[in-house]
């Protein structure tokens, strides 16, 4: 997908940036803040305007992957069926231009031509227990599997914050294990020179208070003879306010030089205080991002745009239960939006049998009398609540790229050298956006990042 690289914009010209994307969002705040659940209750496509919804009804998925998204097949050229109007090409250029690209500094990675399951850039011990997702992810960018490459990997001191007993208890044994595969393979393989002795990950258990530093996080690990600590913060898609602690731990202590996070589930952001971090953003009219648009700040566009070309059915989940939630509203009106979970092969059952377990899943009576005719009318409007979910779609990069600006912003102001790129091949990895910053020139650092051999 194009965008706007914030490498290539001088400070102004991010600030400005902001301006504009407070504007879009706010502009087209309806969709954003729309529960595509739903989407018969509130009637969402008559909210639309009149020449959108003619344009867009009757497009199958494919066509909505090609003509709205922006993502043909491999070789594949746009070909109109009628004239759009004008405000929905504005929209859909609009949306291109303003967010960040989240197109990496290479194409397909070749880690994966050989066998996709198995980067060909980690050994097979580091492989272990780690999806491709994260085998890609670890390498790119260095999570007790990012720690435990790090350190086992690249011979590096490294320190785990992990707020989990349970997970730092799983870690460690991770840690054993790899620990004892490596003692082996060295043993079979006596050729292979090392620097020295192996030291897994220090982990901890603590919670990082986003509003508090966390002293146990700038402990150094071991008396060096030199004078004092230079740590390297690095968070592989930190939840929510870890990503915004990461910052003020780089931004308050002199002892953090270097940052590398990439965020993840913004929903999960403090409102207020996790977002917005910097006075540039926090004065613009419009800044504001509640729940609902942060929430699609994560979806993933590049996998929904796939599942699109693929038109399989799969993608009649969102209308199947924009339809069960009719029937809840008129069963019980101030049951709203209930979460409905652990409905398996959702395609291969009748829409009245979905909204019967359905039911169930909310503590609701199964054996309801069902309008089965209406629910079949919702059943036939699917095209059009994938059209507008991806509409939504369409636009939440907007939002992402306005709360990282914010952060990129936040750190300017506090005199420190940013940049933010994509590291991640986003059909792997959806939030491929890290934030690289230091206390000093950042030098050649961005152009290994961008390049697949770093």
Known sequence: MPGVSARRLSHEERRQLAVNLTRVVTLYRSILDAYIIEFFTDNLWGTLPCSWQEALDGLNPPQLATLLLGMPREGEVARYRSVWPLTLLALKSTAYALAFTRTPGFQTPSEFLENPSQSSRLTAPFRKHVRPKKQHEIRRLGEGHLSRFMSLGLGLTVKSIEGDQRLVERAQRLDQELLQTLEKEEKRNPKVVHTGPRHPPHHVVRWVDPTALCEELLLPLETSPQSGARLLLTGLHACGDLSVALLRHFSCCPEVVALASVGCCYMKLSDPGGYPLSQWVAGLPGCELPYRLREGACHALEEYAERL??????????????????????????????????IPRVHELKIEEYVQRGLQRVGLDPHLPLNVAALRAHQAQENRVVAFFSLALLLAPLVETLILLDRLLYLQEQGFHAELLPIFSPELSPRNLVLVATKGPLGEAFSLLETEDS
């Open 309 to 342: 070309q693929k038109a399989g059915p799969s993608l009649r989940t969102h209308c199947y239960r924009a339809a069960l939630e009719t029937v809840i509203r008129g069963a019980q009106p101030e049951l709203r939006r209930p979460g409905v979970q652990g």
